[in-house]
């Protein structure tokens, strides 16, 4: 598929739905997680990231949970790229909703609206005791709250614990509803997220990727650079 192909589509629907991954979010200078050098192959720990990354390892080590988040996931200088300022555009026009796997905030840092963030946002951060909420920043000099001294731990979806009923319900809406659907910086082979797919069966869907993507004959792909796709795109 071609730049004018994909001008085309978007100028023509009114339904967009981006499903969004890490790889939208790497040229800001957040690694992903899945690649060769991403935070899971590339691990350092004596334990896989998944451990580090669970419920589990929240409630048995909580110390060692806060020092890995603290230096794998948070990167508070990143802000939005092109892709992120384009899609959401697209949403304040009221023409799109943005599905992401992303938990690193860039979405909201760009004013993105009608925005369903499937696993959560590391930005959101609450005391586990009390259930204030309190700033990322605070929670970065200390995972204790200071106000209640309870722990804190910011939202988002641990391995061993479920989804947010209500994202995935308004996800699932969002597909079938949608008249468009492009994928962005992921290889959908995360589940649930990838099985989004299976709720659209009309719209055309777009995958953008650096290299080609096996997601079944419905799925028209556009081998580029995601950056290049989004600064060229009229919105």
């Not at 997680?33 to 004596?46: A, C």
């Not at 004959?217 to 060229?232: G, K, L, R």
């Amino acid at each position: 598929m071609e730049i004018t192909e994909l001008q085309q589509l978007i100028d023509q629907a009114q339904k967009i739905v981006f499903l969004t991954g890490a790889g939208v979010s790497t040229a800001s200078g957040i690694p992903d997680y899945r690649s060769k050098n991403g935070l899971y192959t590339n691990s350092q720990q004596d334990k896989p990231a998944e451990y580090y990354l669970s419920h589990e390892c929240l409630v048995n080590e909580p110390e060692v949970f806060y020092e890995y988040l603290k230096t794998n996931l948070y990167y508070p200088d990143a802000k939005p790229n092109v892709i992120h300022e384009r899609q959401a555009e697209l949403t304040r026009q009221g023409k799109a909703t943005v599905i992401t796997q992303n938990i690193d905030g860039l979405y909201c840092q760009a004013q993105t609206e009608n925005l369903l963030e499937f696993h959560g946002n590391l930005t959101e951060v609450y005391c586990q005791k009390c259930g204030q909420s309190v700033s990322f920043d605070q929670y970065l000099n200390s995972r204790f709250h200071e106000t209640c001294g309870g722990e804190l731990r910011p939202n988002v979806v641990l391995y061993g614990e479920g989804l947010d009923e209500q994202v995935v319900a308004d996800s699932v809406a969002a597909m079938q509803a949608a008249d468009l659907v492009v994928i962005v910086g992921t290889s959908m082979r995360v589940y649930p997220f990838a099985g989004l797919l299976d709720f659209q069966r009309s719209a055309p869907v777009v995958a953008i990727n650096a290299e080609p993507l096996n997601l079944g004959s419905n799925v028209q792909m556009m081998v580029s650079d995601a950056v290049e796709v989004f600064n060229e795109l009229r919105v």
